[in-house]
């Protein structure tokens, strides 16, 4: 699972010359405002008991592992096509206490793919 801009990925795989298979490389487009609308929604849902607001869940959709989180929450990436922090610094990734369903976090989560 890649996140970002799919034109950008697509196009920075070509600048690399990189031979992918995009008909088995699943997309999430970052900046597709319905989906993350919706995630946004749900992960709220989800956290507004433990007092965040849908501010504070709209603010954490912006960052690409909160993305993932939500794609893998919602079935619709597997827990192995999501890896976090290979992007960056590991200060801002995803702990499993923020994980919607804490407790169930998968072990392989490591790395995020997302715009070049």
């Known amino acids: ?17 990189l031979k992918l298979d995009w008909g088995k ?6 900046h597709d405002q319905k ?3 919706r995630y946004t929604g749900e992960f709220y849902a989800l956290r507004k008991d433990k007092g965040m607001t849908e501010e504070e869940a709209a603010k954490l959709m912006k960052d690409y592992n909160y993305i993932g989180v939500m794609a893998v929450h919602l079935k619709e990436a597997g827990r192995h096509d999501f890896r976090r922090g290979g992007h960056n610094r590991h200060d801002g990734t995803a702990r499993n206490t ?9 072990q392989s989560i490591g790395t995020v793919f997302h715009d070049f």
């Open 1 to 17: 699972m890649l996140i970002g801009d799919p034109e950008a990925i697509k196009k920075q795989a070509e600048k690399l010359n």
């Open 25 to 30: 490389i699943k997309i999430i487009d970052a």
């Open 35 to 37: 989906l993350l609308g």
């Open 98 to 106: 923020d994980y919607p369903n804490q407790g169930k976090v998968p």
